[in-house]
């Protein structure tokens, strides 16, 4: 049975200062040295441990390979008798799925954009150490106090192939986390008949094309370098 640490336990040289949840794999912890720096402490289910553990080590073993600011660091592998954990360095600032479950941020077309090229920069680097994330979602991307994005939880990041894992998985997620974020200024009577997005949104045939590429709905982008295009050309004339 998995021991889940109470708030002033120890885990190596590491305080818990808050659970912050689990999953399938493991529990998650907001922990400081004794430094009192904060760090995320992530432990793996014993349950886990048994069936796969290249697939629970994918986290640590991508992040090796990135030296990043908007990226967490790999600290370091917590291993005994009756754990495993690692260690990665804590993000700073506020999760989407804050920003607009709690917060109830409305996003301008420009917030949208900036946002946008911010994550296309992050993915470009990515792409270029053959990384894909899959799981660009509302709680993995946190805006900080300088208006800056960061990306964590690599838990799904694989390394690509020219099968499963290519650079479109993260376009439909980046054009998935815009459309929520389009969806925030929404505000039209609710109807019964349900649309998709396209049709929903308000959006210029621009916009529509841009994210219906990113989708994978129309032509699908080939790389990084055409969605930088598409989305300058918004930027300009929006």
Do not use: C
Request: net charge negative.
């Amino acid at each position: 049975m998995d021991k889940y640490y109470e708030i002033g336990e120890r885990i190596g040289n590491y305080q818990i200062t808050k659970r912050l949840g689990e999953g399938r794999y493991g529990i998650v912890y907001l922990v400081r040295n004794h430094q009192s720096h904060p760090y995320i402490l992530k432990q793996l289910k014993q349950d886990m441990q048994h069936m796969n553990l290249k697939k629970l080590f994918y986290e640590p073993e991508t992040l090796r390979q990135i030296n990043d600011p908007r990226i967490p660091k790999f600290i370091e592998e917590i291993k005994t008798e009756n754990l495993q954990a690692y260690v990665l360095e804590y993000m700073e600032g506020t999760v989407f799925e804050d920003l607009i479950m709690q917060q109830h941020h409305k996003f301008s077309r420009s917030e949208i954009y900036n946002i946008a090229g911010q994550l296309l920069d992050i993915l470009e680097m990515l792409h270029q150490h053959q990384i894909v994330h899959r799981d660009i979602r509302l709680p993995n991307v946190i805006l900080n106090q300088n208006q800056e994005l960061t990306l964590i939880d690599f838990g799904l990041a694989r390394f690509m192939n020219k099968e499963r894992y290519v650079k479109q998985v993260d376009y439909w997620y980046m054009g998935n986390f815009l459309i929520h974020l389009y969806y925030t200024t929404y505000n039209e009577p609710y109807e019964l008949e349900e649309k998709p997005w396209y049709e929903e949104l308000t959006l210029n045939t621009d916009e529509a094309n841009f994210l219906k590429r990113l989708m994978g709905i129309e032509k699908e982008y080939e790389d990084g370098e055409s969605i930088k295009q598409d989305l300058y050309h918004l930027t300009a004339f929006k």
